[in-house]
Structure formats: C-alpha cells, structure tokens
C-alpha cells in the first residue's frame, strides 16, 4: 500500500543540474525518514542523502555542497536538488522511507522498509 514514486531524472551534461522528486503516499508522512539512495553500472548502492522527520539532514562525504535534500510535508514528497553533476553521480537514484530508523543506520539501505522503484541519471562528460 506504501508507495514511492521517483521523477526528475534524465539526461545532463556535466556541471549541470537536475531536481529528483520522491512522492509518498499509503504513509503519514511527516514521521518518517527520508532518504535518497543510488546505483551505478557494476556497483553497489550507495547513501547519497537523508532526511529525518526532525528535518537534520544528512549526506554522502562526496555529495556535500553539491547536493541538497529536502521536505515537503504538505506534499508528502522531498526532493533532491542535486548540482554541479559529474559523469560519477551517474545511477539509478532510488528513494526510500522509513519509520523508526535509529540514527546510526540513516546510511543503510537494509535499515529501510520502502522503496521507490528509481529514476534514472545520466551525467555526460
């Protein structure tokens, strides 16, 4: 019943920028955490970004003053406005929520009960 939805992604050249959206619904929104996940050719998936239902935010070391999260608890959706791309920010980026996660597994993705099925982002050199 839980169910997010991925948009934003697409095609960009590098130094560009792209806003993804994640749309929640089935959940009260407002007491979850939030995050943003990723997963490029051959690799694993990654933390790029959390926030909690406080709204503390929290980022992958190689994101940080290029990528912002956000909330909107209105619209139950956050965001993630994501700048000066690289051709290495190319991934499926998947959102993902959940309820009760403890501080110290905010970067896990097995600490996650939900997902969105992704949205794809293509950096070109």
């Known amino acids: 019943q839980v169910q997010l939805v991925e948009s934003g992604g697409g095609l960009v050249q590098a130094g560009g920028s792209l806003r993804l959206s994640c749309a929640a619904s089935?959940?009260?929104?407002?007491?979850?955490?939030m995050a943003w996940f990723r997963q490029g050719p051959g690799k694993d998936r990654e933390f790029v970004a959390a926030?909690?239902?406080?709204?503390?935010?929290y980022y992958l070391d190689s994101v940080k003053g290029r990528f912002t999260i956000s909330r909107d608890n209105a619209k139950s959706t956050i965001y993630l406005q994501m700048n000066s791309l690289m051709p290495e920010d190319t991934a499926v980026y998947y959102c993902?929520?959940?309820?009760?996660?403890?501080?110290?597994?905010?970067?896990?993705?097995?600490?996650?009960?939900?997902w969105g099925q992704g949205t794809q982002v293509t950096v070109s050199s």
């Open positions: 926030v909690r239902y406080s709204g503390h935010t």
């Open positions: 089935g959940l009260t929104f407002s007491r979850y955490s």
């Open positions: 993902a929520a959940d309820q009760r996660i403890i501080l110290s597994s905010i970067r896990q993705a097995g600490a996650y009960d939900h």
